[in-house]
């Protein structure tokens, strides 16, 4: 997707296309109804002509309906009218049902088409659009395509037929009268466009300033924490107030333009009545026309008029539809810079998590002359455990991110059981690795959903397996309603360390062959400590294992140190061996580990 073409949406605003070509796009995802379709056009039909007949019906009755010389027949005109107004309304509600529910289904299906696309890009496409913005087109944008591909489409369907049956209807009726119409066209229709113009620029500007003080509020109520304990519940109170005076006296602005548009309208179309009513009346009065006849042709200039309004109104939804579709689309047709190759080389099925990696050069695509990584090499057999140890901003995530080819790198090669990782399909890669990440993320559902997503088709059983073995099963197992407690949004309701052990158990219960652990920075208290390390030490037991080690503990028990800085290794040992060596790690060590829990302390102490 191109970068340049992000921006015009960020704010919430929904400009329309400058053409409705984007529009076409949708045709692929109607033409598998098209049957329904055709179906709709049949009611569509059925139902326009039966509502052009009622007219006529009532010009029967107005010319002989109330004389008392003929009551069979005027049984037999109402008995007609009612006829008409049945079938039309059995066919208009036919029709209704089915293009709306064309509308529905189309979107439902660019929803989930969209949501598959991007669900499978790759971080660059997010580095640089706002998950936000990708939210508001699955939302927003889908529902404006749906207004005009369901209602828009039905609005417009029917209004153009009644338009061009009228036009017909009134030429038949009266030529004479309809081309004075005609000509007043124009004395109506252009103050009325013009106005319009302007309205709808207005409430453009109120959407705009309603997103912008929806931001505020989306902001701030995400980080109530935050705002809370600065205490900028006033501050933040005052600036959203701002922005809604701001949208209230858009919209009053908008309001008193509509309301003198409203009342134009009624002016001149009363006025155009008037007009013809005037006229045909001398007509009556002449004996030229009967009253009848005047009382079709002023249902046919009413039904038009109407058709016409509807019109008008469904064409703004229909330029903003087009707008929509085109940001829907720009969506769909963004490339994932990682992709699997057409002819995909496949992993050695006994592959025990043997990584190579080899003279890796690289640097994130939004930062070209940074290198995150340099000449970076290194190998590990497999049941290795590896502690990758270094400042912060070294690459130690940078290596995982490699591993997991959330990027690829600009030279150099990554081996996963002796496959370059570039020539595999990504998921078989990714299959083969398991990554506990330093900040937890878990999703609002219960325990048991929560560990599952480590392998979506394991059983309750194999679950609880996993949490014994990640030490979770204790604390779950004393939530009000154990495995099916629900969680609350992001995990909210259980310790920093509780949601780290659903993590392990995650990673425990998928059993890769490789796993990757960022261990969390922030300090949890020895107690839960040591429940989390067992944990890891369970995970760690027969798979290769990548630590991003903050914790004595672990770095003791790697069997390798890698030490990095600034992308580069600067040396690789033991613990003992390192401390010895003095350099980069021993102040490190010094730093970080200096307030280790006691018995860590003394674990230190036996080891050196
Ligand atoms: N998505 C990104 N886009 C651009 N630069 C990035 C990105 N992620 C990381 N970097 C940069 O790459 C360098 C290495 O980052 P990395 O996250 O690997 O550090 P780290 O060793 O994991 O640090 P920490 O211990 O603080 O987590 C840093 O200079 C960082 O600013
Ligand atoms: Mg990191």
Redesign the pocket.
Known sequence: MSNAKQSDSSRGERPRASSLKPLKLTVPFIKPYTGRLLLAFVCLSVASVSMLGMPIAIRYVIDYGFSSDNLKSIDLYFMALLGLALIYAVFASFRYYLVMWIGERVVADIRSAVYRHIIKLS?TFF?VTRTGEVLSRLTTDTTLVQSVVGAGMSIALRSSFTLIGCLVMLFVTSAKLTLMILALVPVVVLPVWLYSRKVRRLSRATQDRIADSSSIADESLNAIQIVQAFTLENFLGERFADSVETSFSAARKRLQVSSLLSGLIVLTAFGAIVVVLWIGAHSVADNTMTPGTLGQFLMYATFLAGSTTALGEVWSDVQRAAGAMERLMELLSAQTDIKAPANPLALPPEGRGHIQIQRIDF?????PD?K?LDKYTLEIQSGETIA?V??????????F?LLLRFYDPQAGQILLDGVDITKADPEEVRKRIGIVP?NTVLFAETAMENIRYGRPTATDEEVKAAARAAIADEFIEKQPEGYHTFLGEKGMRLSGGQQQRIAIARAILKNPPVMLL?EA?SALDSESEKLVQEALDHLMQDHTTLV?AHRLSTVIKADRIVV?DE?KIVDIGRHAELIRKGGLYARLADLQFRHAPDDQENELLEVV
């Not at 640097?363 to 930062?367: G, I, L, T, V």
């Open positions: 971080p580095e640097n994130y695509p939004s930062r940074q995150a990758l270094g400042p912060s901003g070294a690459g130690k995530t940078t290596v991110q330093q960022d920075t991003i990095m992308g």
